[in-house]
């Protein structure tokens, strides 16, 4: 994993070095993307390298790069670093100028890096769920951007590691919006329930494709917010993410979820999605 890409360029990640006037470093001026490589080829991509454009577009940043572009360069860096599973860690800054809070003039050009990650798929994780926790929502507005500052996220992710769990799940008052880093779904009664895509969270690929897999399965799905009570009685939980696929929830705070071991939509679901992948980067025996 030794080349990175530097303001598009692939280099030794020893020569990358950024400037400490960089937005990114210091507002958390910018937007990001993380997407999942299994048998060298990328998922989603395209899902990926449009919503960083239009992450780019509402905080005013015009990307000068297309998703053909981008999608080439990135491949490059999965062929140089010889990964096979893992991710791509990508991340567009409004690149370097004296520190002052007004968007510099449009000749700065941004800072674009990029790099790559070898990365085991969560197996245990995926067959005997994981523990969460509640946490107000106490994020901007705007978490259908996917912008570098995350601190809202990771205090919330902290909170629950420290509590020996794996995600905290946030509500605005009695409304679930989405995980620290994950977006959550629950089951009641054979259907599926998530959040509608809003400014109140990001609108993740991996639950696109999990609508997208469910629909053409006959399982029903419904975009509407649902409420803490809701997820308290719910039959089944799990959150979604790139890094995380599908991965069931079976306790939230000290409460078990249903019987407490994954359900069996959710299980169904995470054969569907890894259907998915497999049709798109072949088969998912060897990503072990
Ligand atoms: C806050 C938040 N919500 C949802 C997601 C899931 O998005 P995706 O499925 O595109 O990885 C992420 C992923 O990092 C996230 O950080």
């Not at 080829?41 to 992450?55: D, P, Y």
């Not at 981008?70 to 062929?79: F, G, N, V």
Request: with cysteine.
């Amino acid at each position: 994993m030794n080349y990175v890409i530097f303001n598009g360029n692939i280099i030794e990640r020893s020569e990358a070095n950024v400037d400490i006037e960089d937005r990114g470093y210091q507002f958390g001026d910018g937007v990001y993307e993380v997407i999942r490589v299994y048998n060298s080829k990328m998922f989603t991509a395209t899902e990926h390298l449009e919503r960083i454009i239009l992450s780019a577009k509402k905080i005013g940043m015009e990307l000068t790069y297309t998703v053909k572009e981008m999608k080439e360069l990135l491949t490059q860096l999965i062929t140089k670093n010889s990964l096979e599973h893992g991710t791509i860690y990508m991340q567009f800054s409004r690149g370097v100028a004296p520190r002052n809070h007004p968007y510099p003039t449009s000749d700065v050009a941004h800072s674009f890096v990029a790099y790559t990650k070898e990365v085991a798929r969560p197996l245990a994780n995926l067959e005997n769920g994981v523990k969460a926790i509640l946490k107000e929502d106490i994020r901007w507005l705007l978490c259908d951007i996917k912008s570098l500052n995350l601190l809202g996220n990771v205090m919330a992710k902290q909170e629950a590691v420290s509590k020996g769990c794996y995600e905290a799940i946030q509500h605005r008052g009695e409304v679930v919006t989405e995980g620290s880093s994950s977006n959550i779904s629950i089951i009641k009664d054979g259907t599926l329930y998530t959040h509608p895509a809003s400014n109140l969270i990001l609108n993740g690929i991996t639950r696109r494709k999990m609508i997208e897999v469910c629909e053409k399965d006959g399982i029903p799905v419904v975009e509407e917010p649902f409420s803490l009570n809701d997820l308290n009685t719910a039959d089944e939980v799990f959150l979604s993410s790139t890094t995380s696929e599908i991965t069931p929830i079976i306790q939230i705070n000290e409460k078990q979820v249903g019987e407490g071991v994954p359900g069996v939509l959710t299980k169904r679901i995470q054969g569907l999605f890894d259907a998915a992948i497999e049709s798109e980067c072949g088969s998912l025996t060897t990503t072990v």
